[in-house]
Antibody
């Protein structure tokens, strides 16, 4: 069974940093494309970024609003995905979901972790 | 950048009725790259359909997807009580690589 468990959310001041983690199990993590999607309270879904498997380059792609501020990385030895968020803005406040991306879709979702950016 | 528009914004129906949800893209989208999701309050979204018409694992056959080019449809043949939720479409664009979600359609009980 695919399991994705996010952690690391919390309250941070504007301009601050936060690192989210996602522990993965139940599938071949090293061969998986992994994404982050966020959802502001009461709003729709917004894709944040994607990291490819190392066999598919291991590179990353980001949505325009977070490019240059957020960094996705992975530790395949620990089956863990990360999202480093710097220079946080109030508009970054959202539930952040860790996702196994497959068939060009977000196939399996974690339960999400809440990030609140506020002074 | 491709923009997805979903209609209607809200669909009020009774259990047992048929639901037809529309997703329109601002430019042509490969069917391979079109997906649909269901989200219930307080829960993470769930993948229903990928590749425009393929049901994800465990999805009942009352859910079906169709369409091509710029117009895609999610159909729920007979609404069950657990189907009242928000539905999102999503497309993958390869240049540059991005995923884009539509604004969602809420299906609520009439």
């Amino acid at each position: 069974e695919v399991q994705l468990v996010e952690s690391g959310g919390g309250l941070v001041k504007p301009g601050g940093s936060l690192r989210l983690s996602c522990a993965a199990s139940g599938f071949s993590f090293s061969n998986a494309w992994m994404s982050w999607v966020r959802q502001a309270p009461g709003k729709g879904l917004e894709w944040v970024g994607l990291i490819y498997s190392k066999t598919d380059s291991g590179t990353t792609d980001y949505a325009a609003p977070v490019k240059g501020r957020f960094t996705i990385s992975r530790d395949d030895s620990k089956n863990t995905l990360y999202l480093q968020m710097n220079s946080l803005k109030t508009e970054d406040s959202a539930v952040y979901y860790c996702i196994l991306t497959s068939w060009y879709a977000q196939a399996y979702w974690g339960q999400g972790t809440l990030v609140t950016v506020s002074s | 950048e491709i923009v997805l528009t979903q209609s209607p914004g809200t669909l009020s129906l009774s259990p047992g009725e048929r639901a037809t949800l529309s997703c329109r893209a601002s430019q042509s989208v490969s069917s391979t790259y079109l997906a649909w999701y269901q989200q219930k309050p307080g829960q993470a979204p769930r993948l229903l359909i990928y590749g425009a018409s393929s049901r994800a694992t465990g999805i009942p056959d009352r859910f079906s997807g169709s369409g091509s080019g710029t117009d895609f449809t999610l159909t729920i043949s007979r609404l069950e009580p657990e189907d009242f939720a928000v539905y999102y479409c999503q497309q993958y664009g390869s240049s540059p690589p991005t995923f884009t979600f539509g604004p969602g359609t809420k299906v609520d009980i009439k």
